[in-house]
């Protein structure tokens, strides 16, 4: 079982910036497909971005496309998320994921492990 731990949440001005991390333990991270997802108050959790194994992939929904920039570091076992040009609209509890079979997807029933996530504000 992998355990994740979000962290860089907080309280952003519209146009800023904020870089979240998920630490990943408790397996071998380069094994596993990694995406953050959002939610916000009363809504559905929302795909964000998604990148492969091997980096060699990656996805976005098309609210963070050009903003948004996933990545991750094997070697530190972590996932990034940089999110720039923030909205009120983005404002919501970030969430990541793995997925342990091959293949990108926004349907968050394919993911296998969450972390507790962490709280973005975007204040307008």
């Known amino acids: 079982q992998v355990q994740l731990v979000e962290s860089g949440g907080g309280l952003v001005q519209a146009g800023g910036s904020l870089r979240l991390s998920c630490a990943a333990s408790?397996?071998?991270?380069?094994?596993?497909?990694m995406a953050w997802f959002r939610q916000a108050p009363g809504e559905e959790r929302d795909f964000v971005a998604a990148?492969?194994?091997?980096?060699?992939?990656?996805m976005y929904a098309d609210s963070a496309k050009g903003r948004f920039t996933i990545s991750r570091d094997n070697a530190k076992n972590t996932v990034y998320l940089q999110m720039n040009s923030l909205k009120p609209e983005d404002t919501a509890v970030y969430y990541c994921?793995?997925?342990?079979?091959?293949?990108?997807?926004?349907?968050?029933?394919?993911?296998?492990?969450w972390g507790q996530g962490t709280q973005v504000t975007v204040s307008s």
């Open positions: 408790g397996g071998t991270f380069s094994r596993y497909g």
């Open positions: 990148i492969s194994r091997n980096v060699g992939s990656t």
């Open positions: 994921a793995t997925r342990l079979l091959p293949g990108l997807t926004v349907n968050p029933t394919s993911y296998d492990n």
